[in-house]
């Protein structure tokens, strides 16, 4: 296990029990999750945009059009704040006051850089699209030039992280659990449905087995 | 149709037809979801922390202990971004550079206040749980004036807000629609599993039908 240092920003002081300093429990959340949540200050306000992004080792990407305001923000090295959040249950407790969720997310705090090393910035393309279907960057259609070039990746390195969980059962008022009221949880996932065959496919190509069988996370 | 008018920060620069304005689909979409992104500026930089929320009318409604530092912030009335994302499938191009995901998320802008008025506190509060369970308020051991105390609520009037949605095929490269490759959209949703009874949870005590049955949006 090797421990990514706790900062005074990642150490929770409430509720201590539910922090994770593990690289690989990290990792784990990262690699499940397929939106994360970037945050940071534009004129002294804070905004908050959901996108996609990718990993490699250490280091967190983000990616988008040149024209992003979040990424020309981004890659002049200001503070960022980037979540993942993975809903895994709703707690019903016997009380609304003790009702929860179980979740595993990570925060991950630190200054964006501007990809430019081409070998990096490829691995980062790659990165994103097999965190989405992996195994799917060898069928397709390769990057061209222009497509490396006008795409803007940014790095955000794993070195100010941690991760918050919760798991397991509602903790009622000890008074609360004789009374007759059902209390557990219930779990969730996110679940893929049947593929939608874009309408212009060509005839006879089949649907390849990584989307036809894609799921995320463990069972529950 | 009701629409929220526009501002500068919540009018879309780049894929203009992907905003939406109208408050019935914010609303929408805030009602489905489950945890909002909360994010708010510290010393100059920013923070974004994952929560439950509800939503009554116009208002949006964040809780948690007094001892909150997110609550303890927000309360003084400084600016803050709440994001409420649902993934609702991933948009496989032929190109990695097509790929896309369809989702719908809302934005709001705004400055939260302190609920202190006991009457709009308690809706606050019995909204949180039918947003999660309809119908589970009912069913709770009342809430104390104790609890009702030690829980701090705060609203966010939903006047600076917009949603953006994106749906249907990927759109590829007008000569890469002759490849041979797969493309389409796999749909994702929130899917509950079976509930797990709390260990702790007296016998004949019937699972409620609407946990049961608990299903998230619309079907795909």
Redesign the interface.
């Known amino acids: 296990m090797t421990l990514i240092p706790k900062t005074d920003?990642t150490t929770l002081?409430?509720a201590p029990q539910r922090g994770e300093y593990d690289r690989a429990t990290i990792h784990a959340i990262l690699d499940e999750g397929?939106?994360c949540?970037?945050?940071?200050?534009v004129e002294?306000?804070?905004?908050?945009?959901?996108t996609?992004y990718g990993r490699v080792g250490d280091r967190l990407y983000l990616h988008g059009?040149p024209?992003?305001?979040m990424l020309k923000s981004l890659q002049k090295g200001i503070?960022?704040?980037?979540?993942v959040?993975l809903?895994d249950?709703?707690v019903?407790a016997?009380?609304?006051?003790h009702?929860s969720?179980n979740?595993r997310?990570v925060?991950v705090?630190g200054e964006a850089e501007l990809v430019s090393d081409p070998v990096e910035k490829v691995a980062a393309?790659?990165a994103?699209?097999e965190h989405?279907?992996p195994g799917?960057?060898d069928?397709?259609?390769p990057?061209?030039d222009k497509?490396i070039k006008g795409?803007t990746v940014l790095a955000l390195p794993l070195v100010e992280a941690s991760a918050k969980i919760r798991t397991g059962?509602?903790v009622?008022d000890p008074v609360?659990?004789?009374?007759?009221?059902?209390?557990?949880?219930?779990?969730?996932?996110?679940?893929?449905?049947?593929?939608?065959?874009?309408?212009?496919?060509?005839d006879?190509?089949?649907?390849?087995g990584a989307?036809a069988h894609?799921r995320r996370g463990s069972e529950?």
């Open positions: 920003r002081k409430r397929l939106v949540q970037v945050a940071f200050v002294g306000k804070p905004v908050v945009i959901p996609a059009s024209a992003s305001r503070d960022v704040c980037v979540t959040t809903l249950g709703l019903l016997r009380s609304a006051f009702h969720m979740y997310s925060v705090f393309l790659k994103f699209t989405v279907v799917r960057w069928d397709l259609r990057m061209t497509e795409t059962p509602p009622d609360d659990y004789e009374l007759s009221i059902w209390a557990g949880v219930l779990p969730l996932r996110l679940q893929a449905g049947t593929a939608v065959v874009d309408p212009k496919l060509g006879g190509i089949e649907l390849p989307i894609w529950h």
